[in-house]
């Protein structure tokens, strides 16, 4: 088909395994396969330039071990060696995760004979992955005290029952006022977040060694309201 259209230019091929691969063998045999069609399209008289393996590296939201970024490298760059491909990856979430936390401060405690739960300000609108999919985020206290831990369930002030950052988390001692960290927020955090429920986005702080930079204001809520038009009905 594209031979007959000579506006079109087949110059390259992209490939998405999904997300959250945590084995190199998955890359390797995408890659060999690229290659393979590649090659049969260099036959037919195309001149492909690229390859685009795609992202969904695997990162251990859970602690636990994945593959280093070398030997998805090693995976990916052996089928094309040799070849007049250059190779494209996308690995987006493995870059900006980790560097990303949410920072909240306890509101209170509740307790009932089944479960204990930590209320606090931040919620599904700042951090809506573990409502939407039940997606995991380490949490932690920001001061760890001394004492037994608790299974608490992490939630936050709006009125939904989805609205959790994590479920059946072993914390140390913690009362209201003590603020906690949710990490690998850097990915599809900030991004996916909403103003739900007249909920004002949070401010945004850069980070570097002992420098502190404000690089997104909190919004009030005449920021959220700000582009509704009353209307004269």
């Known amino acids: 088909m594209i031979k007959n259209f000579p506006e079109l230019s087949l110059v390259g091929l992209s490939c998405h395994l999904g997300s959250q691969i945590k084995n190199t063998g998955p890359y390797r045999e995408a890659s060999k396969r690229l290659v393979h069609i590649a090659d049969e399209l260099q036959d037919q008289g195309f001149s492909i330039e690229f390859l685009d393996l795609g992202g969904g590296f695997g990162i251990s939201y859970d602690g636990k071990k994945t593959p280093p970024l070398s030997e998805y490298a090693k995976a990916v760059q052996e089928p094309p060696k040799g070849k007049p491909y250059l190779l494209v990856i996308e690995p987006g979430r493995w870059i900006v995760a980790e560097s990303g936390i949410l920072l909240s401060q306890v509101l209170y405690k509740k307790s009932n004979p089944h479960k204990n739960f930590l209320i606090t300000d931040a919620s599904m609108t700042e951090l809506i992955r573990p409502a939407l999919y039940e997606a995991y985020h380490p949490i932690e206290l920001c001061e760890k005290r001394r004492g037994p831990q608790t299974t608490y369930d992490v939630v936050g002030p709006v009125c939904e029952t989805a609205d959790f ?69």
Request: aromatic content about 10%; some cysteine.
């Open 165 to 233: 950052l994590g479920l059946k988390r072993k914390l140390g001692p913690a009362d209201s006022g003590d603020y906690l960290w949710v990490g690998f927020c850097g990915a599809y955090g900030s991004s996916m977040g909403s103003q739900y429920n007249v909920r004002p986005r949070p401010a945004e702080v850069l980070v570097d060694g002992d420098r502190v930079t404000l690089i997104r204001k909190r919004e009030s809520l005449v920021d959220v309201w700000k582009n509704e038009i009353l209307s004269e009905y």
